[in-house]
């Protein structure tokens, strides 16, 4: 291929980049209420596909939207919760749809034998503790359970309480990594997905995510954000999806996803509770 032809081909598909990008950003332009017709559109559809995961994200975008929120909303929310465990937050969820959109409401009876279902769960819940061990629920654990600080302060040799639960997280972060392989992990091996944590000098955390490139262990840093403590719900929500084989730990600020871990039940508690605690201590002045 001659200059000409190279220098036509770069004009070519450095347009398509534009117009690709065009599009992307005209997508994003629509109007609060035109977005959430689109998004609540998408919701319906990965419920009837029961990706409930992608209906979760969805109607969490809806709630951040300065738009009015059609009834279904709710109606929807409820299932996602209690598709998730939250048997609460799914009463509460289809009892504000009976009570928006009535009796006419498309969704009315429907909820009505949701409620019913909700509460026969619970029961039997009740009745058998916390379920077997086969169950795959979302949880919200509360913060400043688990390890004594003051052993973790021995353990990692650390001088404060911020300073070991920082390095505690970390450790299970890296313990609790997304692999694409989970069954057969090398001895060593980085995570594909790896997390780090940090405190910056505001007190805020600053979360940094990387990636392992392929067939090697060299890690290539994604981003970076900072999640301001002051004003935050210490609890912090997680749930495991058997399905994908992974585990979701939630920004305690909006609901969205924060960390994506390996289907461990257990880790991914422990990681949610430890960065509960962390940002509880970090809250508390001294």
């Given at each position: 291929?001659?200059?000409?032809?190279?220098?036509?081909?770069?004009r070519?598909?450095?347009?398509?980049?534009?117009?690709?990008?065009?599009?992307?950003?005209?997508?994003?332009?629509?109007?609060?209420?035109?977005?959430?017709?689109?998004?609540?559109?998408?919701?319906?559809?990965?419920?009837?596909?029961?990706?409930?995961?992608?209906?979760?994200?969805?109607?969490?975008?809806?709630?951040?939207?300065?738009?009015?929120?059609?009834?279904?909303?709710?109606?929807?929310?409820?299932?996602?919760?209690l598709?998730?465990?939250?048997?609460?937050?799914?009463?509460?969820?289809?009892?504000?749809?009976?009570?928006?959109?009535?009796?006419?409401?498309?969704?009315?009876?429907?909820?009505?034998?949701?409620?019913?279902?909700?509460?026969?769960?619970?029961?039997?819940?009740?009745?058998?503790?916390?379920?077997?061990?086969?169950?795959?629920?979302?949880?919200?654990?509360?913060?400043?359970?688990?390890?004594?600080?003051?052993?973790?302060?021995?353990?990692?040799?650390?001088?404060?309480?911020?300073?070991?639960?920082?390095?505690?997280?970390?450790?299970?972060?890296?313990?609790?990594?997304?692999?694409?392989?989970?069954?057969?992990?090398?001895?060593?091996?980085?995570?594909d997905?790896?997390?780090?944590v940090?405190?910056?000098?505001?007190?805020?955390?600053?979360i940094?995510?990387?990636?392992?490139?392929?067939?090697?262990?060299?890690?290539?840093?994604?981003?970076?954000?900072?999640?301001?403590?002051?004003?935050?719900?210490?609890?912090?929500?997680?749930?495991?999806?058997?399905?994908?084989?992974?585990?979701?730990?939630?920004?305690?600020?909006?609901?969205?996803?924060?960390?994506?871990?390996?289907?461990?039940?257990?880790?991914?508690?422990?990681?949610?509770?430890?960065?509960?605690?962390?940002?509880?201590?970090?809250?508390?002045?001294?």
């Amino acid at each position: 291929m001659n200059a000409n032809s190279n220098r036509v081909c770069h004009r070519f598909f450095g347009g398509l980049v534009f117009v690709s990008a065009l599009w992307a950003a005209q997508a994003n332009a629509l109007a609060p209420e035109h977005e959430t017709r689109r998004l609540m559109l998408a919701t319906e559809q990965a419920v009837q596909e029961e990706r409930w995961g992608d209906a979760g994200e969805f109607l969490n975008r809806i709630q951040k939207l300065d738009a009015s929120k059609p009834a279904a909303y709710a109606y929807y929310r409820g299932k996602v919760m209690l598709q998730s465990g939250h048997h609460a937050e799914a009463k509460s969820a289809f009892e504000s749809y009976v009570e928006s959109a009535g009796e006419e409401g498309e969704y009315y009876k429907d909820a009505l034998r949701l409620i019913t279902e909700v509460e026969r769960q619970q029961k039997g819940k009740t009745a058998n503790g916390n379920g077997n061990g086969n169950d795959r629920v979302a949880m919200i654990e509360p913060a400043g359970q688990g390890e004594p600080v003051d052993k973790l302060k021995q353990l990692y040799l650390a001088d404060s309480d911020v300073e070991a639960l920082k390095i505690h997280l970390n450790t299970l972060l890296e313990m609790a990594g997304w692999r694409e392989e989970q069954r057969i992990v090398r001895a060593g091996a980085k995570p594909d997905i790896l997390y780090r944590v940090s405190v910056g000098s505001g007190g805020e955390l600053v979360i940094q995510e990387s990636r392992r490139q392929e067939d090697s262990d060299v890690e290539r840093r994604l981003s970076s954000q900072s999640l301001s403590v002051y004003g935050v719900d210490p609890s912090v929500n997680w749930d495991c999806n058997g399905v994908n084989q992974t585990c979701w730990v939630y920004d305690p600020r909006n609901g969205t996803r924060l960390f994506k871990l390996s289907d461990n039940r257990d880790r991914a508690a422990e990681v949610a509770q430890t960065l509960g605690r962390l940002i509880k201590t970090l809250q508390t002045p001294g």
